[in-house]
């Protein structure tokens, strides 16, 4: 049955062919500069702002001495690619430099991590960046050990100083750089950066408020907002989740013999899923959760999932970075924060919620679920990269063979502002292996972020790279077909769908601690309540979700929905081009057929 109002659309390019840059607007936000305090203690993170951010002398406003813009990062760890770690040279020259300031690197378990794929990608897994602990330095034999706070940002610009000195020709750098300072060139230091902190692209409450609970902008300071602002209008009873009902039954799922070819799988990295019928997910009396990996339409990667904690435990126990949260186990929690106080975490649901979205527009696809989110809604960057990685070399591996293990497309509902959209590009690991994903034809669907602003936000603004499978970059809609006031938006933003009071599955065992408003006992002279009802008259419950759907808004949800309308596509189509031909260029032939027959205008 067709929607009354078409509730997705695609935006030609606005830039005419040779205009370049023209129109593109950078707009200014303050970005995930407002997480709050004890957040960022929690994860061990630190704010970038502008107006005290250390920078390099006499290096100009063309390079590394340009003034930064806002950002959140972790404080103890920086991104290296995984080659030059392997360098102890470039190790030795990385530490040499991180001296006068008192710290040093900390390598990974280079060996942890082997691709099983072969050839070009299995080379491109073993270049990307790796998660390097920060430590105070041990001092020179004699010399007694000094304070020192250990800081990522601190660090980097330490280490392009060193590799600015060292790309000078005057006799002082030569004699005081010393051999291992020269080893450290700016083609080695243009490839590390920070261990930025994602957000989770749905509106919620308190995830980056400090003060009080908002009414307003999950983006402001202090206390609740008061009058118009770009999220008032998607907040329910204090809350940007609320129950519903819903009075349909589960879409129809066709079963494999009709189908006559594999699933398309949308992998969605996230914060796991958690029970629901309609996701084939239910409460494991073990602990935990039980999934049909023959046919279930969740299904999740046991494998991919413990390298993600492997390498993330190992970081916090041995590589200086006792602050990081390790994700453990597949399925999304804690509900809650602080079981003294109850009240549900930011992000609670996320992961269920955008796979009850595919379920509804792509009913005879199938859900890979990847946990790399926090259910406060943060997600570290390093965890992303692996998880992405891993599944890089999943689909390497399916590519060169049977394609069991095949994943068609990927929807990341998360993201971040970087602090050098000039570096960007050329300097970030996560595009090197979203770039890894689009040239295996891989489609990626990335939400545009909810801070209403033209500032582009990663990886949704990667859209604006050439790749020959473009990055779907999804913008959100109101239910009457106007873009939502709260979503991101720009040249950058080239895919809008439904992102505002969007209906979904939410996990039917989750009731959170607040409580109607109005409760009155039953009648006198009632008979007996059904069993396991209750037997009392009383308002909504604003988080009871035993119902087992909500309504929720942000460009969250508008990404996957694209992403479910691909998958479909691909499914439309296999008569013609076979879900089931291996291979890169067979898998790029199908995304790119799939785009276009639903209307992607690509580039003029």
Known sequence: MPQPIRNWYFEPDPVPPGAGSAG????VAPGLVFLPGASLQQHGARRLDPSDAPTIPGSGGDGWGRTPSSTVY???????????LRDDAVVRAINVALRPVGMS????????RQPRSVGPVAQALQRLPRIAGLVPAVPEPGQPAVPVVVDAWTALQTLRAAADAAGRTDRESEVEGAEPIAALTQEIVVRIGLEHLLAGSAISPNAFSEGNAITGSPFSEGNAVDGPSSTGSYVYSGGTRAPVTVCLPAPHRRNPETLGCRRPVVAVLDTGVRAHPWLDVAPDPAGGYIIDPAEGFVTDDPGIQAAIYQESRYAAEHQ??????????????????????????????HGTFIAGIV??????????????????????EGDLICALALLADRIAAAEAGSMAEMVDVVSLSLGYFDES?????????????????????????TAAGNYSTRRRFYPAAFSLQPSPVPVISVGALNPNGSKALFSDGGRWVRAWAAGAAVISTYPDDVNG??????????????????????????????????????TWS????????????????????ASVLSMDQPGGQAAADRTLAALASLGWPGRP
Not at 24 to 27: I, K, L
Not at 528 to 545: K, M, T
């Open 421 to 445: 959209t000039a570096d960007v590009a050329y300097s970030c690991g996560l595009w090197q292996i979203i770039r890894l994903l689009l040239d295996m034809g891989v489609a990626v669907v």
């Open 74 to 84: 972790r404080a103890r760890t920086l991104l290296i690619p995984a080659d030059l």
């Open 513 to 550: 601690s607040l409580t109607p408003q109005v409760r009155v006992g039953a009648h006198p002279g009632r008979l007996s309540p059904e069993a396991g009802r209750p037997d009392d008259r009383e308002a909504l419950d604003p988080d009871d979700f035993r119902g087992g759907f909500a």
């Open 105 to 112: 690197i900390v390598r990974p378990d280079l060996d942890s």
């Open 359 to 380: 379920r509804q527009a792509a009913p005879d696809a199938r859900v890979l679920s990847i946990r790399i989110m926090h259910s406060d809604d943060v997600v570290y």
């Open 24 to 27: 593109d607007e950078d707009g």
């Open 554 to 573: 942000g460009t969250s949800f508008a990404a996957p929905l694209i992403a479910a309308h691909i998958a479909a596509r691909l499914l439309d189509q």
């Open 320 to 349: 200086g970075d006792p602050s990081r949260l390790v994700i453990v186990g597949p399925w999304d929690g804690p509900v809650a924060a602080d079981p003294l106080v109850g009240e549900l975490n930011d992000a609670t649901g």
